[in-house]
């Protein structure tokens, strides 16, 4: 297979890193290699256009529309682990250990003593938005895809 280029403003590259983030249940995500736009579709109660969306992108699956994704739980979880050994602020950084040691709420309370800290949520999210940029990356990469951001 031959590797393609696909063009995209940083505006789109940021839509489907954002697409990549997020798990919607009764949502797909396609990457339209046309235009390199975020194409929804729903999987349940489609209207006439969806149902007409959804033959076009069966019709062009995997050469012109490709199911976008999601990050996996292991992903967010290696996430936060990675990013609590950065935390510069040795309280925090014992508190956000504390938090990962336990079994239940880890997510909600890890993020709750992000918060309390502005900064650190700031680089937080931004850690893992370039983390999820990689990962685009790479999948693009693994279906022969070159990203050129315009």
Same mark, same amino acid.
């Given at each position: 297979?031959?590797?393609?280029?696909?063009?995209?403003?940083? /505006?789109? *590259?940021?839509? %489907?890193?954002?697409?990549?983030?997020?798990?919607?249940?009764?949502? +797909?995500?396609?990457?339209n290699?046309?235009?390199?736009?975020?194409? +929804?579709?729903? %999987?349940?109660?489609?209207?006439?256009?969806?149902?007409?969306? =959804?033959?076009? !992108?069966?019709?062009? &699956?995997?050469?012109?529309?490709? *199911?976008i994704?999601? !990050?996996?739980s292991?992903?967010?979880?290696?996430? %936060?682990?990675?990013?609590?050994?950065?935390?510069?602020?040795?309280?925090?950084?014992?508190? *956000?250990?504390?938090? &990962?040691?336990?079994?239940?709420? $880890? /997510? +909600?309370?890890?993020?709750?003593?992000? *918060? =309390?800290?502005?900064?650190?949520?700031? +680089?937080?999210?931004?850690?893992?938005?370039?983390?999820?940029?990689?990962? $685009?990356?790479?999948?693009?990469?693994?279906?022969? !895809?070159? &990203? !050129?951001?315009?």
């Amino acid at each position: 297979m031959m590797q393609r280029e696909l063009h995209v403003t940083k /505006f789109q *590259l940021d839509e %489907i890193v954002s697409t990549y983030n997020i798990q919607v249940e009764v949502m +797909r995500h396609y990457l339209n290699m046309n235009n390199g736009e975020v194409v +929804r579709v729903p %999987i349940y109660n489609k209207n006439k256009d969806d149902k007409e969306l =959804a033959k076009i !992108i069966k019709d062009g &699956l995997n050469e012109h529309y490709f *199911l976008i994704p999601h !990050i996996t739980s292991s992903e967010g979880s290696s996430d %936060i682990y990675d990013f609590t050994e950065t935390v510069s602020n040795p309280e925090l950084k014992d508190k *956000l250990s504390n938090v &990962l040691k336990g079994s239940r709420n $880890v /997510f +909600r309370k890890y993020n709750d003593l992000l *918060l =309390a800290d502005f900064d650190e949520s700031q +680089r937080y999210y931004t850690f893992v938005q370039e983390s999820n940029r990689n990962r $685009v990356l790479k999948w693009l990469e693994s279906i022969d !895809i070159k &990203l !050129i951001v315009d």
